[in-house]
Structure formats: structure tokens, C-alpha cells
């Protein structure tokens, strides 16, 4: 891999002496097909397959411990799931319970 990124670095350097002194054409063009080979085949690196507990743990939404929801947040989950007093209404979609929260706010003079 090492020889590999020597000689992609090499041809760089190269095409770009190159491209500022009289330059053959044809030359730049092999050296531009083989730096795009040595690209190609070049293959990432590859994480380590196993993943611990703490990485585990990193993912996902941070949020404080025992932060209490907004009216908002609790608004559109009772909504979605159809329960509180959205109870034996069934479940409503996103921008349904949005709707149904501006309106409410709207009345109330929010």
C-alpha cells in the first residue's frame, strides 16, 4: 500500500512538471491512465469488525438524563400513538399531529 501511494504521489508530481514545461501529450496521458489504475485499485481501509460496548453506547441521540419533554414533545407522541386524550382515535401521521398542534396554539392565543 505504502508503494502504491509513493508512485500515485510520484505521477502527480510528475504530470504536474510536466504540465508546466513543454509536455508530450502522450505522456501525460499514460501517466494520467496509471495514476487512475493505481486509484482504482487502491482499496480503503477497513474498520475493525468488531465493535465494543463503549462505541455501542456513542451512537445515537444525546440527550440530558431525565430531561423532561417540552408540551410540544409530549403533544406529538400522544398524537402518533394515539394515546392521552387522543385515546381510541388511532394513530395520526407527523404533519397531522403538527397541524392539529398549531391550531391549538392558534386558539389559545399562544
Not at 455501542?56 to 444525546?62: E, P, Q, T, V
Request: net charge positive.
Amino acid at each position: 500500500m505504502e508503494s502504491k501511494t509513493n508512485r500515485i504521489k510520484q505521477i502527480r508530481n510528475e504530470i504536474s512538471r510536466l504540465s508546466r514545461s513543454g509536455y508530450d501529450i502522450d505522456q501525460i496521458t499514460h501517466l494520467r491512465e496509471e495514476l487512475r489504475s493505481l486509484k482504482v485499485l487502491q482499496t480503503p481501509v477497513k474498520r475493525n469488525a468488531t465493535i465494543d460496548d463503549d462505541d455501542k453506547k456513542k451512537k445515537g441521540r444525546k440527550t440530558k438524563a431525565g430531561g423532561k419533554m417540552s408540551p410540544y414533545q409530549v403533544h406529538v407522541g400522544d398524537c402518533r400513538a394515539g394515546k392521552g386524550k387522543y385515546d381510541g382515535q388511532g394513530t395520526k401521521g407527523f404533519e397531522q399531529c403538527v397541524e392539529i398542534w398549531n391550531n391549538l396554539k392558534k386558539n389559545r392565543g399562544d
